[in-house]
């Protein structure tokens, strides 16, 4: 077992190293990170914003989410794969009985994107699949899971940003826009 893990190793850092190498003036790399997204975010259905019961604003709520990200990439274009863990806020208005309540989700979200690192900014596009953790109905102090009620979906995704530290280094933090449409 000990002699199968250093060989595994030894061919692994190989592998990487022969990948990573220049051909025909192009470069090949890869870049692994830690991913936290802050933003607004809300959801949008037809069936609430047409009821005359309920009043609807999307409104700036917030949404928070962790992840990570690794990336495959050729010169200035790459293909990534991205986990994030997110959560997000929605408050509804009853209009029959004058109350406020809110639906609070939690969702684990895989992304497949294009980038293209280009003159220390970036470009993105590509889809987004949203697994339903959680869904819960907050009305005051009483909170009903409704997850049965939703269903995983798949989104569109586009994106833009710039390195705000380093972009060629072992280290670089970036700081970009994304705006994505569930469908």
């Not at 700036?60 to 495959?72: D, E, K, P, Q, V």
């Not at 029959?96 to 294009?114: A, H, N």
């Amino acid at each position: 077992m000990k002699k199968l893990l250093i060989s595994t190793s030894f061919l692994f850092l190989f592998a990487v190293i022969a990948w990573s190498q220049p051909v025909k003036g192009g470069v090949t790399w890869f870049d692994a990170g830690l991913k936290v997204q802050a933003g607004a975010s809300g959801f949008f259905t037809q069936a609430i914003s047409d009821s005359p019961d309920y009043d609807f604003d999307l409104g700036l709520t917030t949404g928070f989410g962790i992840g990570a990200r690794l990336g495959f990439n050729y010169d200035n274009n790459g293909l990534a794969l991205e986990f994030m863990l997110n959560k997000g806020l929605q408050p509804l208005e009853d209009l029959t009985d004058d109350t406020t309540f809110d639906v609070e989700w939690r969702t684990m979200d895989l992304y497949l994107l294009y980038r293209n690192n280009a003159h220390r900014g970036y470009f993105e596009l590509g889809p987004k699949y949203s697994l339903i953790n959680k869904v819960e109905l907050i009305d005051g102090p009483e909170t009903n899971d409704i997850t049965g009620d939703f269903q995983n979906y798949f989104s569109g995704v586009i994106g833009f940003g710039a390195y705000l530290l380093g972009n060629d280094g072992a280290f670089s933090g970036l700081l970009g826009l994304r705006a994505e449409y569930g469908f």
